[in-house]
């Protein structure tokens, strides 16, 4: 049954449908995003809750479907993938489902006394981020067929792939909590500059390692375009990029091959000029809130929401 996978991929239940008592499913940024928009802006969280429910299930539909393309056999908890147990094209099916649960839980918002005009709106919100995020993992799968890609066409396709969700959660958060549209429209640029800035600082850890041991480098292996290694390619010396451009031109990388990628990266400073960029980007979402401090009743809940997103407890940008 259907719901029995997406129950799986919840860690509700074991890939035999039994309860696990044990379960605890993790909020993602998206969820967090809707929550502290509408605490910002009204003080009270629970009139995004709905919201909230909605962008964190559009953003497991892309995590079922991230594995499929990624070929990545255990989920973040460890288990086994859906598409692993069940095959890709149930996997996908799921991901859909998921996908379509989301839109349903926007328009319960018309149950909460939300206007109908904003329920809508949120919808097409919802539904805009979804197709520009297609567009961006669109580009970041052709960009691994191709060894040299610009920064700005990196920093457009992360705008896409993981800035245009995270900035819609805030967004809807915000309409969920009945902010004015300038109100929502900022906090959708905070949102999206945090998406971006975590989907750089996650690129940097999935290089490195958590415990900065570098034996996570599934990036490489996959050939995935990075910012480390974008900057490393452009910025480095004519020894170093040849030797890059050579491991990159393997038909398969090996786990030796990605060792000596970070250590090229170490060479050329390309993690501090990341880690750089990724506040950069925190800061530009700071300053598009700025203007609409006024309007914020808890201001504070956007800074608690900055710290938990980037201090390294939450890694769900992918």
Not at 59 to 75: C, K, S, T
Not at 81 to 105: C, F, K, M, T
Not at 146 to 163: A, T
Not at 228 to 239: E, R, V
Request: hydrophobic share 40%; glycine share 6%.
């Amino acid at each position: 049954m259907l719901y029995d996978l997406l129950r799986y991929h919840f860690g509700w239940v074991d890939e035999r449908g039994n309860p696990n008592e044990t379960a605890r499913t993790p909020l993602h940024h998206c969820g967090v995003l809707a929550l502290s928009a509408a605490e910002a802006v009204s003080g009270d969280h629970n009139s995004a809750v709905l919201a909230a429910s909605a962008v964190e299930l559009a953003y497991n539909f892309v995590l079922v479907h991230n594995d499929v393309q990624a070929g990545r056999i255990d989920q973040r908890d460890d288990r086994p993938s859906i598409w692993w147990v069940w095959g890709p094209s149930q996997a996908i099916n799921a991901g859909d489902g998921l996908h379509a649960l989301a839109r349903s839980a926007l328009m319960r918002l018309s149950e909460s006394e939300v206007s109908a005009d904003t329920v809508l709106e949120s919808l097409r919100s919802l539904d805009q981020a979804c197709l520009t995020l297609c567009e961006g993992q669109y580009m970041d799968l052709t960009f691994q067929d191709q060894l040299m890609v610009s920064e700005p066409d990196y920093l457009d396709m992360i705008r896409r792939k993981s800035g245009a969700l995270a900035g819609c959660s805030a967004k809807i958060g915000a309409l969920a909590a009945s902010s004015r549209p300038e109100t929502a429209e900022a906090l959708n640029q905070w949102g999206e500059n945090l998406g971006m800035a975590m989907q750089i600082r996650n690129d940097i850890r999935d290089l490195w390692g958590n415990q900065n041991d570098g034996f996570t480098p599934s990036n490489v292996l996959n050939k995935k375009k990075s910012l480390p290694l974008i900057h490393a390619l452009q910025n480095s010396s004519t020894t170093v990029k040849r030797e890059l451009t050579s491991i990159y031109m393997k038909r398969v990388l090996g786990p030796d091959d990605s060792a000596r990628v970070v250590a090229l990266l170490d060479e050329t400073g390309s993690r501090e000029y990341s880690d750089e960029q990724a506040s950069a980007f925190v800061g530009d979402g700071m300053d598009a809130i700025s203007a609409i401090a006024p309007d914020l009743r808890q201001p504070q809940a956007l800074e608690h929401a900055v710290d938990w997103l980037l201090d390294g407890r939450n890694s769900s940008a992918r």
